[in-house]
């Protein structure tokens, strides 16, 4: 069984047990702590330290076991395919009760993956960052197929958080603007009804006014408290960067519900884009002169695939697949 972990070593009052005290392990014994530190305030506890990652906990800092649950089986209303539906399900990832059978320290206890504004500096690698990792299947009726899933690597369509129409979006910035351009009606409608529940009322979702407003946050870039900016400043580098934006999920484990709702329906970037071609059939008069005797338009669509080179091992070979052909006319 290794060693013990160190979240099982503590008394009631969150000392650490002198190693020497500890048998090979506590199965079947009574339980040290005489108290639970759920509902506890974080920061009046002894563990863990600083430098490591903190404990789960609610919009008031207190100590709590939210993301700590099973997923609903295959069969249930809110899994009837039993899969993975959102890369923010990694958000129930226990990490707390982990030994190592090289000493006494441990993992956190009541410790999952933070879908949230991280607590480290920009050095540090967030957990959401692991999402942009991870994609999960899109669920659809078989007649609807060849458009959304022409092949198995293709995803269902997703709203690109960086769409901000520059320099037409801050007239703070851009004070000759008379007016600002936002594109943020697909992020409303993306959060608009996602799961957003409360300690009192468990079924409570997203309304309209929240959703406009977390849409703006997120499309102006607006941080939590706490929230930091990484990579390139003035975009979005992962999907999982909006856990840093005001409204998403800075309100305790709770509110990851909602990134976990909306992280596979999201993007940064994307592996489609469109060509337009005009072609012209042209007359030289003896002048020469160019006159145009027809025309034709064409938008071509076509998705970008990497794949493996052979040689090296790296996803660096790109190949292009045409993904749709419309005739266009005037």
Do not use: C
């Amino acid at each position: 069984m290794n060693s013990v972990a160190r979240s099982w070593t503590h008394d009631e009052n969150g000392a650490l047990i002198p190693s020497t005290s500890l048998a090979p392990h506590t199965f079947g014994s009574i339980n040290r702590r005489t108290q639970s530190v759920l509902g506890q305030h974080a920061s009046a506890l002894a563990f863990p330290p600083s430098s490591s990652p903190e404990l789960d906990t609610d919009k008031d800092g207190n100590v709590t076991a939210a993301g700590l649950r099973m997923p609903y089986p295959k069969g249930h209303a809110k899994n009837p395919h039993g899969i993975v539906y959102s890369a923010g399900e990694l958000g129930f990832i226990h990490t707390g009760i982990e030994s190592n059978r090289n000493g006494t320290l441990g993992g956190v206890p009541f410790r999952t993956l933070r879908l949230q504004p991280s607590r480290h500096n920009t050095t540090v690698v967030p957990d959401w960052a692991f999402m942009d990792l991870f994609s999960a299947p899109v669920v659809m009726p078989a007649s609807a197929r060849r458009i959304f899933a022409p092949n198995d690597s293709a995803l269902g369509g997703r709203i690109n958080v960086n769409g901000m129409v520059e320099p037409f979006a801050d007239t703070g910035r851009h004070p000759q603007l008379s007016a600002v351009l936002e594109r943020n009606l697909p992020v409303i409608a993306v959060l608009s009804g996602v799961p957003n529940p409360t300690e009192t009322d468990p079924d409570r979702l997203v309304n309209a006014a929240e959703a406009k407003a977390t849409a703006a946050n997120i499309y102006h870039r607006k941080l939590a408290t706490g929230g930091k900016n990484y990579g390139h400043p003035g975009v979005y580098d992962s999907p999982g960067e909006i856990a840093e934006i005001a409204g998403v999920a800075d309100q305790g484990e709770l509110s990851e519900s909602i990134l976990r709702s909306i992280a596979s329906l999201i993007t940064t970037r994307g592996s489609v884009f469109t060509i337009y071609t005009i072609g012209q059939s042209l007359d030289q008069t003896r002048s020469h002169d160019l006159r145009v005797t027809g025309e034709q338009r064409h938008r071509t669509v076509l998705e970008a695939l990497r794949h493996l080179d052979p040689a090296t091992g790296q996803a660096t070979r790109i190949h292009f697949r045409k993904a749709g052909h419309t005739d266009l006319y005037p």
